[in-house]
């Protein structure tokens, strides 16, 4: 089964950029599309980056051309580089399988704090 855990986050001014990395366990990981997900205080988790086993990638629309997901098939590891931060992107980070049936445990995610 897969098993992710998240780090990269942190406490960063408005404008300021962070680089998330999710490692993964599992032998399925390079064949899988996965995805970073993050959830905000009292919303639901929601969907932000996605990228296919070979590497095509979708945003959703709040974070188009400031975030950047890759991954690194041989480490085992996806990446969300996150760039001009904004205070409403203050949330806990996850990654995981985007195929649900597919997906391991959440993981404890990574806090990003976005504050002046």
């Known amino acids: 089964q897969l098993q992710l855990v998240e780090s990269g986050g942190g406490l960063v001014q408005p404008e300021g950029s962070l680089r998330l990395s999710c490692a993964a366990s599992?032998?399925?990981?390079?064949?899988?599309?996965m995805g970073w997900y993050r959830q905000a205080p009292r919303k639901q988790r929601e969907l932000v980056a996605s990228?296919?086993?070979?590497?095509?990638?979708n945003y959703a629309d709040s974070v188009k051309g400031r975030f950047t997901i890759s991954r690194d098939n041989a480490k085992n590891t996806v990446y969300l580089q996150i760039n001009s931060l904004k205070p409403e992107d203050t949330a806990v980070y996850y990654c995981?399988?985007?195929?649900?049936?597919?997906?391991?445990?959440w993981g404890q995610g990574t806090q990003v704090t976005v504050s002046s």
């Open positions: 995981n399988a985007i195929r649900l049936g597919l997906r391991g445990a």
């Open positions: 990228i296919t086993s070979s590497g095509s990638t």
């Open positions: 599992g032998s399925i990981f390079s064949a899988l599309s």
